[in-house]
T-cell receptor
Framework: GAGVSQSPSNKVTEKGKDVELRCDPISGHTALYWYRQRLGQGLEFLIYFQGNSAPDKSGLPSDRFSAERTGESVSTLTIQRTQQEDSAVYLCASSLDLRSYNEQFFGPGTRLTVL | DQQVKQNSPSLSVQEGRISILNCDYTNSMFDYFLWYKKYPAEGPTFLIS?????DKNEDGRFTVFLNKSAKHLSLHIVPSQPGDSAVYFCAASGSNTGKLIFGQGTTLQVKP
């Protein structure tokens, strides 16, 4: 598999439950990004990783959101005590490094629905 | 505070004609601009980009123009093809974090 993969592809959960979203970046890509897209809106930046480090967490919408990356590979985005406004498509992307001219390759996304 | 704006939610053009998608930005610190294309149920795919030191970049049928004084960029597709029908996102980046700020997207429909 040469591309970015994400799991699950769809997640339906009840308000108040915790969810964990997974991203497998392209092998060798040191930079990893999380975005979300609410219905009818553009992509909203959440957080980026350089290696396993996340220097800027200011894009996370609230303290219910957290993310980690291990082994400069897999990343997980965790949303605690989900709310209905968390419903969105969560997209992960990876690139060779943080330099702007390096193309970001996106995964297909995880569609999260909070009932 | 929407730093990148695409004011046209949709655009419809005839096959073979030119498609022009527009994007405005407010942050003068942005130094790299990109266009992404997105089909339903797929992640966005990179289309074309331009550095702030240039005013035009061309790749086949796709050309991006940058007007820094107006803080405006546009994507021209010539000739348009039905397979170009998708949502197009404008994005901007600065300070080499790789963090992309996206516009709301424009849905392009190319009619056969």
């Amino acid at each position: 598999g040469a591309g970015v993969s994400q799991s699950p592809s769809n997640k339906v959960t009840e308000k108040g439950k915790d969810v964990e979203l997974r991203c497998d970046p392209i092998s060798g890509h040191t930079a990893l990004y999380w975005y979300r897209q609410r219905l009818g809106q553009g992509l909203e930046f959440l957080i980026y990783f350089q290696g396993n480090s996340a220097p800027d967490k200011s894009g996370l919408p609230s303290d219910r959101f957290s993310a980690e990356r291990t082994g400069e590979s897999v990343s997980t985005l965790t949303i605690q005590r989900t709310q209905q406004e968390d419903s969105a498509v969560y997209l992960c992307a990876s690139s060779l490094d943080l330099r702007s001219y390096n193309e970001q390759f996106f995964g297909p996304g995880t569609r999260l629905t909070v009932l | 505070d929407q730093q990148v704006k695409q004011n046209s939610p949709s655009l419809s053009v005839q096959e073979g004609r030119i498609s022009i998608l527009n994007c405005d930005y407010t942050n003068s610190m942005f130094d790299y601009f990109l266009w992404y294309k997105k089909y339903p149920a797929e992640g966005p795919t990179f289309l074309i980009s331009i550095s702030s030191i240039k005013d035009k970049n061309e790749d086949g049928r796709f050309t991006v123009f940058l007007n820094k004084s107006a803080k405006h960029l546009s994507l021209h597709i010539v000739p348009s093809q039905p397979g170009d029908s998708a949502v197009y996102f404008c994005a901007a980046s600065g300070s080499n974090t790789g963090k992309l700020i996206f516009g709301q997207g424009t849905t392009l429909q190319v009619k056969p």
